[in-house]
């Protein structure tokens, strides 16, 4: 297995407050996603990095912020959660040659 | 916009059976496609990667094919088995724009002992 660990696993916070997800891989691989995964709408990105403070928009970015001060590591902010970002939350990473992904394991976050 | 397809979303066979999973994309210039395989309340776990200069690619039981001209991949499981059952995504990267996947919503397979 790809060596990606995602914290928490599961969070319920309320309407309003911030969330910080963690992804941290030890591969050392270039890039790394953020994805949500809903029902009806599968997976969509919602930001990505290409390298250390290197990153750019996905399709549904809106309400979301990323950082990455480190290779290994690549956080997902929700600023004020809202009850839409219910979902479940996928980090990836890829190298830069085969761009093939790997997935951690995922966050279950409720926003209530 | 490139949009992926998976038909059927659901699909039951008995075990032992030979069965095709389906994959349709809009937009021929891709740089690769993927296939994953899901688990309940599991992460994705990466099957096959094919690139686009390649027609197929195969690990034990399973056979990935791309045809880009037509805008098809298929997923050949030979022998199927219970552990099989998950739902399968494929995913496409765009040429120009290959670091980014784009998801099918997935085909969930039923292998029935």
């Known amino acids: 297995d790809a060596g990606i660990t995602q914290s928490p696993r599961h969070k319920v916070t309320e309407t309003g407050t911030p969330v910080t997800l963690r992804c941290h891989q030890t591969?050392?691989?270039?890039?790394m996603y953020w994805y949500r995964q809903d029902p009806g709408h599968g997976l969509r990105l919602i930001h990505y990095?290409?390298?250390?403070?290197?990153?750019d928009k996905g399709e549904v970015s809106d309400g979301y912020s990323v950082s990455r001060s480190k290779t290994e590591d690549f956080l997902l902010t929700l600023e004020s959660a809202t009850s839409s970002q219910t979902s479940v939350y996928f980090c990836?990473?890829?190298?830069?040659?085969?761009?093939?992904?790997?997935f951690g394991p995922g966050t279950r976050l409720t926003v209530t | 916009k490139q949009e992926v397809t998976q038909i059927p979303a659901a699909l039951s066979v008995p075990e032992g059976e030979n069965l095709v999973l389906n994959c349709s994309f809009t937009?021929?210039?891709?740089?690769?496609l993927q296939w994953f395989r899901q688990d309940p309340g599991k992460g994705l776990t990466s099957l096959l990667l094919?690139?686009?200069?390649?027609r197929e690619q195969t690990s034990g039981r399973l056979n990935a094919s791309l045809d880009k001209s037509s805008g098809r991949s298929t997923l050949y499981i030979a022998a199927s088995q219970p552990g099989d059952s998950a739902t399968y995504l494929c995913?496409?990267?765009?040429?120009?724009?290959?670091?980014?996947?784009?998801f099918g919503k997935g085909t969930k397979l039923t292998v029935n002992p």
């Open positions: 990836a990473i890829s190298p830069d040659d085969s761009y093939e992904q790997y």
């Open positions: 591969e050392n691989h270039r890039y």
């Open positions: 990095s290409y390298g250390v403070k290197d990153t």
């Open positions: 937009d021929s210039a891709i740089y690769n």
């Open positions: 094919i690139q686009s200069s390649q």
């Open positions: 995913a496409v990267a765009a040429q120009g724009g290959s670091e980014k996947l784009v």
